[in-house]
């Protein structure tokens, strides 16, 4: 169903009751931001967006510019990163439930008057580049882009907005387009404005995990794909080794091969190597890595299980059209040391709608349930290979 066009602005919104549409939205947004995907956002990610808008608009105004900078910075300071004192904002790295609750706090009031002078005027005007009041679709599409959306949806929202059919829209209607987006929580009414919703089985919608022998034989499997050297242990090596294959095979630039690395060493690090007591191992045989993980799944590790599965996803996913396809699907499991026979047969289980490509809801569904899930009838529990 296409929603109506939206003409409220953020003053006509009641105050957000912060429902489950609202928290697919944040989610939504935040991803499109961590586009890199370190599983983090900091002050690089917000100083990321002008820099992509002034090299999309080389004929943008040195004030507009001046003023989109201050925007994206007072954005981090006052609103995103509400959860640290201020002196610690400039290098803390914002987890997704941490952005989350700073909306929470900041939405119904800060917020809503900071929006259409701190957000909505900066980012019209910094397209607006011929300053006539208006934007076109391709001006539209362009700064979109700076948020990763692809084009497709940013011309199903452009149009619908346009209401008159120009082919242009003026500041009220894109501070209708944002507003709408913060402050809806209208499922049929509502704006995907940043793309497609999220719509995955997230780590807290799993229950408790009892750990048992179905789950049990998945993490056999896993320790075997992780023992890269065949040793019967895995050590930081085996992981190190992992994230270098990836980069390799993926033809990954250096960010996106650091988020790998950066990801995988984490994993490893926080982990794999440590038990409860927080002794680190420098190697773990199959039986420690068991006993380690049936402590960590349903304690902290399981909020940070997407954020892993969502970095191995964006390392490969290079087109920025949130898809992989079958080639880069088969890097990312190869990595891993799973077969391409493997790999290709997975690959049309985890293409659900086969269009032949694979969104991260559908990635992240098996990623998610791989370590969470104990049905032993599971399609998913084969995602690293046939468990026994």
């Known amino acids: 169903m296409t929603p109506a066009p939206s003409t409220k602005t953020e003053q006509d919104f009641a105050d957000c009751a912060f429902g489950d549409f609202w928290l697919r939205k944040m989610r939504t947004l935040y991803k499109q931001l961590d586009a890199v995907g370190n599983g983090y956002l900091c002050l690089d990610d917000m100083i990321e967006l002008p820099t992509l808008l002034l090299d999309a608009f080389p004929k943008m ?4 510019g001046d003023t989109l900078v201050k925007s994206m910075i007072d954005l981090w300071y006052g609103f995103l990163c509400t959860s640290v004192d201020e002196d610690d904002r400039c290098h803390h790295q914002l987890l997704e ?22 957000l909505v005027k900066p980012l019209f005007q910094a ?45 009220e209607t894109f501070r209708a387009i944002l507003a709408n987006y913060f402050y809806s929580e209208d499922e049929k009414t509502g ?31 896993m320790f075997r794909r992780l023992d890269i050297a065949n040793e019967g242990k895995i050590s930081c090596k ?67 299980i997407d954020q892993f599965g969502w970095t191995f996803f964006k390392a490969v996913e290079t087109s920025g059209d949130g898809y992989i396809q079958l080639q880069e699907y088969r890097n ?21 709608d086969k269009d032949n490509r694979i969104s991260s809801d559908e990635y992240l569904t098996a990623w ?20 026994y």
């Open 238 to 304: 085996d992981f190190i080794q992992i994230a270098r294959t990836l980069s390799v095979r993926s033809h990954l630039d250096k960010q996106r091969s650091n988020a790998v690395m950066r990801a995988i060493l984490s994993l490893w690090i926080k982990f794999i190597a440590v038990d409860k007591d927080g002794k680190h191992f420098a190697s773990i045989t199959e039986k420690e890595f068991i006993k380690n993980m049936r402590t960590l799944i349903n304690g902290k590790f399981r909020h940070e």
């Open 61 to 64: 105004a040195t004030e507009s």
């Open 97 to 118: 439930n941490d952005l989350i609750e700073s909306l929470k706090r900041t939405l119904n009031t800060g917020f809503k008057e900071h929006l259409y002078e701190g």
């Open 191 to 221: 704006l995907r404005v940043f793309g497609p919703l999220i719509n995955y089985k997230r780590p807290e919608d799993f229950g408790e995990v009892a750990c048992g022998p179905c789950w049990e034989g998945k993490m056999r499997c």
């Open 368 to 387: 998610c349930d791989y370590f969470l899930g104990e049905d032993p009838h599971s399609k998913y529990k084969a995602l690293f290979g046939p468990v």
């Open 127 to 171: 397209a607006d580049c011929d300053a006539d009041g208006l934007i076109s679709m391709l001006e539209y599409k362009t700064m979109m882009r700076a948020f990763k959306v692809p084009d497709r949806d940013s011309e199903l929202i452009f149009k619908l907005q346009d209401t008159e059919h120009k082919g242009k829209i003026g500041l």
């Open 332 to 352: 990312i499991q190869e990595a891993w040391g799973v077969t391409r026979e493997e790999a290709d047969g997975f690959f049309k289980v985890l293409d659900l």
